[in-house]
Structure formats: C-alpha cells, structure tokens
C-alpha cells in the first residue's frame, strides 16, 4: 500500500531551484533514507514532507489524500530534529506529552500513552527530569519520544544521530532499527552518514542537485548504480575511476583502458559512436593485486592498514590514484610493483553525462576465454 | 621576577584606583542625600561625611504629607501599567520581528529604532495635544499612554534580539507538535524569555519611575502627580527656603525601592544581557 506520495514536487526558494520535479512513492511501513552531499535538498524535501516549508509545485498526497495545503499536526507526521530541539524548561513527561495536551487528549489516555512511549524508549525513570540533566543519548530518545506519542503514521527524522559521539550513534543507530521493526510505521530518515544509510534503509533515495539519482534497495543501489554519482557517493573509499575510450561499440563493448590495454566488457554501447569518452568504475574490493615481474604493473604508492584490512593506493598515472582493499597477510609494501587484475562482474561504465551504460546480461558466455584480452589480440580484432 | 611582581602589584593597584573613583562617582551623590536626609534642618550646613546621630524627622515628615504618598501610589500604578503594557506589545512584536520573515522587516525595525531617536521635548507639544484630544489630560493614562510610546522601541528591540537567537527548531517542533503561534509564544518561547524580560521591564519600570518632563507636563493637580514631580514641587516654610532635608528624604525614600529591586534581580539582568542563547 502506498503510504506516501511525491507527484513532480517543486521548491523555490528566491530564484534558486531547490528540488527539481521528485516523484516517489513510499510504501507504508517502510524505511526510506534520503542521503546525498550537503546542500542536496533532502532536508528541503523532509520539511516539505513534514509541512514546515511549503511546496511550489506538483502534489504531496499521503494515504492518497493531496496535503500540500494542510498543516503539519493536520497530516499524521512526527519529526526528530537534528539538535532534538527539546523544551528546555519542561520535564521529559511534560516534553512528550505536550502534543498530546495540545491535541486535548483525555487526560488518563494521555498519561497512559505517555508512559508507553516512555517505556519504549527506556525512559521511564527519566520523566522527571529536565533536558539539560540528561545525557545525548537519553535527549536524543526523548525527542524520538516527542515525536512518536501522537501515534503518528509517518516518522520523520532530520539527521538525528549527527549529534552524538561515534559509538553513542552506532548504538542509536541499531535503536532506531529496532524501534521501526516494533512500531511498523513509516520512517523517513535523513542524513549524509552512508553507514546510517545503508543499514537502516529499505529504500535509499540518493538526491543530487535537487534531483532524485536513483531509488533502491541499498544493495541495488551499491552493487548496480544507475550513475557516476551515485557510485561514488556510496562506499567507502569511494569507487575508482579511470578514464577510458570506447574502441568498438555494440552489446559488448571493447575499451581501450590504458591500464589493461583494450579490455572486452559486458555493456551495451550500441548507441554511442566509437572514441567516446567513457569512465570506468572499480570499487576499491573489486581489484586485486599480484605481484608484478621486472618493470611491469603499476607501483604502490602508500599503503593504509586499517587493522581488518589494508588499503593499498596505486600510482597508475592518472589524474587519482587507484585505491585497492587487500587483506592485511597479503602485506604489500610502498615502493611495491604489482599488476591489478579487477572482478569484472563488478565493474562499471559510465558515460560522460555521467549515466550508467546497461550491463548486457549474455556478455560474460560470449567470452569464453577469460575477461580480459591482451593488447595484442584485441589490436587483432 | 621580581620586576613582573612589581607590575603586576601596580596594575592591581591601577585597578582598584580606577574602581574606587568609578564608585566614588557613582554612589557619593546617593550617599551624601542620605548623609543629608539624616540630619535636622539646622545642620544642613555643616559639612559632614559621617551619619553622626540620625535624625528621622524629615522621613516623618515626608511620608506623613498625604500627597507625597498619593504620588508614591501614581508612580507604582504608572509604572506598572507601563511595564506590562509594554512588555506584552513588545513582546508579540518582537515574535513578529524576530520570528517571521517578511518583506519590510528591517524598515520596521529601522523605523522603530529611528523613532526612539526623537527627544522627549520635540515631541512634547504635538503629545499635549493628542492627549487633550484624547480626553486623558491630567490622569494617569496620559502618562501611562506617553511613557510606553517612549519604551516600546527600546523593549521592542532588545526582546526582538533576545527572540532572534532561541533556535528556530523549537518554534518548529512546537509546530509539529500542533502549537498555534501563540501557544508557541506564550508556552515555549516565553518561558525560556524570562531573563530578557526581567531585564527590560526593569529598565522599562526605572524609566517610567523617574521620568519628569511628560509627568509636569500632562498633570495638573496633586491627586494625579508622579514622585519626580511631588519632590520638585515639595516648597519650605517661605518662598527663599529650599527644605533640602526633605527633599533628600523623599529622594532617598523614591530610589531605594528601585536599587532593592536592582539587586535583587542583577544576576537575572546580567544573564539576560549576556546570554540569549541556550543549549538543548
């Protein structure tokens, strides 16, 4: 059932296009993670969601009703500040149920809800006590707490966790989670934090721009992602990559990748004219290392131990250098020649503007002998 | 070592100098109408800095005229009224101002500022006749009237300050919470606006307490006169007699409740001058 939905959705803001025709749909009882660089217009588009801005443009409809002109306690949303905005000058109990109070609920049902979100929430024994007497974590729930007494169907958070020390978010982080499994309602979820973003979501929405990127399941979105963009935001280090030109287009195409020579890959180029510019994405996991004979391969420049696993950065002449995560007992050393050889089930070809070429489903089977072809027998072909 | 010693001791020194004469200036005028109020008429004249043996009788006689009382009333009720008129005006204005973003803000607060620039006497002659026309001449609301036009600008502006810096996500998440804009006024800015508004009523209250002008201006008989204007009318025995015994006693008994009241609410006016802003 879709609990939510954007219909071309437009913001302004004194000239400046802030979101540009997002369409989306959110199912009830899902998890959805806005997530893009700052300035993206995830937070523009949650406060719209929320009411706090109004929309310019298109339609907001939840439960297929058309909000755009409601207000915000008129259209069954709850939200989480990012500095949890808690009233300073009243108790935990008065902070949770002062939208209950405003809504006039009837007195026993409104200490009862109180006491179930509190409990919830493990905030039973705080409800005494004033914001300023508790911990960040402890106001951090608090506000989660504010935000979910009037029983709302959507919850709304504006990068709750980026408040708090590292460890306090990890296990914020994991409460949140646990906190939508019990409560089953929907949650919008905003941050930058791709860690955040990847583990709470059921569906990431990646904006750039003011645009929607791409929308998926994070594994969709990590392991096939429909730009530039949103390969390299996704993943830490970021995804490699390397400039190259298209030698032969069609449902294979035949790249001249500098590094490898011209390499056979398994996407669909047919439209693009031979000698385009392309950009050729590796993630960091996807390349391996061996070693190198004489003065072959590329020469490793640092290496980075993480403890769990090394990263080794490349000097291959190009504008970056490569980075490629190794286990730590392969113990590669700077100064080191080594020859890359990637996974090309993983790899990616992107165009100039940036857009994913389709990855053609047969191309593997129609290479038979290996996936990366000599200098010299592609010059053959 | 010695030498920073030395420097230090004399810069210490330098301080307390500087202090003492900022004191000295400050309190001795206070002190010496006391030193004054204390002392029998017959001797005013004699120079002295110590209160030798009080005398109370020109207290006595102060508060025993019924009119200087009936002018302590005036002031109280005047100033009162000034401070709560202006306070709760100023306070809707500065949500409006410091709040709302609206074309023409800043003129408003440029006009409100620019305002506050007039002198009481330019405006005097042009006052006295709204307030004839108004129907208020010698009451207390011609002053009550003319004493907040002088306030708002300055409590307009300072609260307007004070509401600027509260964080704009307590306004909203009041408004998530379903609050109108005067729930979330008077619920959740106002109470975290106490210092501001202490500090202002205060300063507000001072103003209207000790203003003289307006208060000769638009009152005429002894019911409705000010404190300021009863002590300057307070006359002796003769035409050629200054009674400055009983003059100092009404002074001293007009400015005493305000220094209480100054004391007693300094750490409130020193936090609401220097700390508008709050943390989560």
Redesign the interface.
Known sequence: MIKLKLDNVNKQLGGARILRDVSLEIAAGEFVVFVGPSGCGKSTLLRLI?G?DSICGGDLLIDGRRVNDL???ERG???V?????????MSVYDNIS??LK??KTEKTSLRERVLKTAQILQLDKLLQRK??ELSGGQ?QRVAMG??MA?EPDILLFDEPLSNLDASLRVQMRNEIARLHDRLGSTMIYVTHDQVEAMTLADKIVVLNGGRVEQVGSPRELYERPASRFVAGFLGSPRMNFLPVRLQTPGETSLVNTLVWGITALPFDSTNLAAGTHLSLGIRPEHLSLKAAEGTAGVVVTAVEYLGSETYVHLDTRLEEPLICRCEVSAGWKAGDRVELLPDIDNLHLFAADGTALKRHPHAIETLPDGVLLSPARASAL | MNLRLLKKALLRLGFWCLIGVLLLYAVFPFYYAIVTSLKPSSALFEVSYWIANPDFSNYAAVLSQASFLRAIGNSLVVALCVVTLALFLSLTAAYALGRVKFRGRGTVLMMVLGVSMFPQVAVLSGLFEVIRALGLYNTSWALILSYTIFTLPFTVWVLTTFMGQLPHELEEAAIMDGASPWVTLTRVLLPLLWPALVTTGLLAFIAAWNEFLFALTFTLTDTQRTVPVAIALISGGSPHELPWGLLMAASVVVTVPLVILVLIFQRRIVSGLTAGALKG
């Open positions: 929320a706090l207000e915000p306690r949303v709850g939200m500040f990012q500095s949890y905005a808690l009233y300073p000058h002062f939208g405003l809504a914001p300023k106001r504010r935000a009037r």
